[in-house]
C-alpha cells in the first residue's frame, strides 16, 4: 500500500485535540497526603511526537543510544511510558506522585507502598522473552494478586489476552472474522497436526505457541508438502516444545503479491476507539495513521465488535471496568473477488503492554493517556476503596482525594 500523500507531509500538533477537561481550582484539604501511582516502564521503541516531551523530562530516563547497529532503542531519547506519568503529574500535582520503575524493579513490598501501579511495559511475558525465569516468576507473583497488590491490569483480564485461544474462540463465537484455525490444546502431536493441515487443504502453513506468543518467538512455517516429504523438522519442533500446550495452526495468509499481509491497527483508550495506524506486513518503516476512507471505518467498526468481547472479561474488584489502552490489530488482504476490493480479519489483541505508536496518531498520546490514567485510577480506586483494600494510606483519605478530583473534573466516566 502506498504511503498516503497527507502522511508524508510533517504536520504540527494541537494539544488542543487532547486538552484536558478544563480543572475547576479546588483545593486539597490539608493532612490527606497524595495518591501515589507506580508506572512500570522500559519501552525503548515508542516514542512520543517530537517537540511534545516534558522540558523536566528526567534526564535518568532519557533513552540517549537510539541509533546505529549497537541502538538500545529506537525512535530519539523521550517515550511513551515515562512521558504519560509525568503528564499524570502535571495534570494534578498536588494530588499525584509517581513512582517510576523498570520491571527488574517490581516486588510486592514496592507495589504495596502505591495505590495503583501501571504496568506499561514489565509484565511477565516480557521478563521470559528476556530470558529472565526468577523475575518473571516473582513478576508473576504480584500479577496475581491483582487487586490486592494494585497492579493494573487484573490477571483473568491479562491471562485471557496472553492466551490466544481464549479470545480467538469467543470472537469466532461471537461470529467475528479470524484467519481459520486449528486449536492445539494439550500439547503438539506433529504426525496428527500434519494430517489434520493436509485434510484442511492448506499449501502453506504456520504453527506458533498459543500461550505468551510475540515477535515470532517459537514459530514453525513452510509448505505442506515438504513437511508431507519430511516430517523430521516438524518432530523435532514437537520435541523442542514439550512443555507448552497451546498451539495456533494457521494457513499462511499472503498478498497476492506473496507478501505478507498488511494491518490496521485500532487503538482503544478509556473503553473509546481513539485512532488507527496501517503497518506495512514486510516494512518496518511503512507506519503511518490510516487515513480516511471506507477501509479505515470496516476496519474501525470490526475492532469495536472485538473489543465488546474484551470488555466481557474486563474486570476490577469484580465489577466491569473499561480497560485503559488495547490494540486490535486487522489484517488486510486486497481480494478483487470481494466488492470493496479487500477481505479483513482480527489478527490479534493486545493490552496496554504494547507499543502505542503515539507518533502516527492524530493528536499527542501522553496527553491522552495521562487523563485516561487519571480517569482509570478515579474508577479503579473508587472501587478498592469500597472493598476495602489495604492501602499505603488512609482509605478516608484517598476518598477525600479522590472527591477532590471529582469536584474538579466531574464525575469520572464511566
Request: aromatic share 10%; hydrophobic share 40%; net charge positive.
Amino acid at each position: 500500500m502506498k504511503r498516503p500523500a497527507a502522511a508524508r507531509k510533517s504536520k504540527a500538533v494541537a494539544r488542543t485535540k487532547a486538552a484536558a477537561p478544563k480543572a475547576k481550582k479546588v483545593p486539597v484539604p490539608a493532612g490527606v497526603g497524595k495518591i501515589r501511582i507506580g508506572i512500570i516502564h522500559g519501552k525503548v521503541f515508542d516514542p512520543i511526537k517530537v517537540g511534545t516531551h516534558d522540558k523536566k523530562y528526567p534526564e535518568k530516563f532519557k533513552i540517549k543510544n537510539n541509533t546505529g547497529p549497537n541502538a538500545d532503542g529506537w525512535g530519539g531519547q523521550y517515550h511513551a511510558d515515562v512521558s504519560t506519568g509525568l503528564k499524570i503529574n502535571r495534570l494534578h500535582p498536588d494530588v499525584f506522585d509517581i513512582d517510576f520503575m523498570k520491571m527488574e524493579d517490581v516486588s510486592r513490598a514496592r507495589l504495596e507502598k502505591n495505590h495503583l501501579t501501571f504496568n506499561f511495559w514489565g509484565d511477565m511475558s516480557i521478563a521470559l522473552m528476556n530470558g529472565k525465569p526468577d523475575l518473571a516468576r516473582k513478576i508473576m507473583d504480584v500479577q496475581k494478586r491483582g487487586e490486592a497488590c494494585g497492579h493494573y491490569p487484573g490477571w483473568n483480564y491479562y491471562e485471557w489476552i496472553l492466551h490466544k485461544p481464549r479470545y480467538m474462540k469467543q470472537c469466532m463465537q461471537a461470529g467475528i472474522p479470524m484467519i481459520p484455525t486449528i486449536f492445539v490444546d494439550n500439547g503438539f502431536d506433529a504426525k496428527k497436526v500434519l494430517k489434520q493441515i493436509v485434510a484442511k487443504g492448506w499449501d502453506k502453513f504456520l504453527v506458533k505457541p498459543g500461550y505468551m506468543s510475540f515477535f515470532g518467538v517459537g514459530v514453525i512455517n513452510g509448505k505442506t508438502q515438504d513437511f508431507v516429504d519430511n516430517i523430521e523438522p516438524l518432530l523435532q519442533y514437537e520435541k523442542e516444545n514439550k512443555k507448552m500446550k497451546e498451539f495456533l495452526v494457521q494457513p499462511y495468509v499472503l498478498k497476492p503479491n506473496g507478501k505478507v499481509f498488511d494491518e490496521i491497527r485500532n487503538f482503544f483508550v478509556d473503553g473509546e476507539w481513539a485512532y488507527s495506524v496501517y503497518t506495512d506486513g514486510t516494512d518496518y518503516e511503512g507506519f503511518w495513521e490510516q487515513p480516511q476512507g471506507a477501509l479505515k471505518e470496516a476496519c474501525k467498526k470490526m475492532a469495536i465488535r472485538a473489543y465488546e468481547q474484551v470488555k466481557k472479561v474486563a474486570k476490577w474488584e469484580g465489577k466491569p471496568v473499561d480497560t485503559l489502552l488495547n490494540r486490535i490489530d486487522i489484517g488486510v488482504v486486497p481480494d478483487k473477488s470481494k466488492k470493496e476490493g479487500w477481505r479483513i480479519f482480527v489478527n490479534e489483541i493486545e493490552p496496554q503492554m504494547t507499543t502505542w505508536l503515539g507518533r502516527y496518531c492524530p493528536f499527542v498520546i501522553q496527553d491522552r493517556m495521562g487523563q485516561a490514567c487519571v480517569n482509570q485510577a478515579r474508577k479503579l480506586l473508587r472501587l478498592s476503596v469500597a472493598k476495602g483494600r489495604k492501602m499505603p494510606t488512609k482509605r478516608e483519605h484517598v476518598a477525600q482525594l479522590l472527591d477532590v478530583l471529582d469536584q474538579r473534573l466531574g464525575p469520572a466516566k464511566a
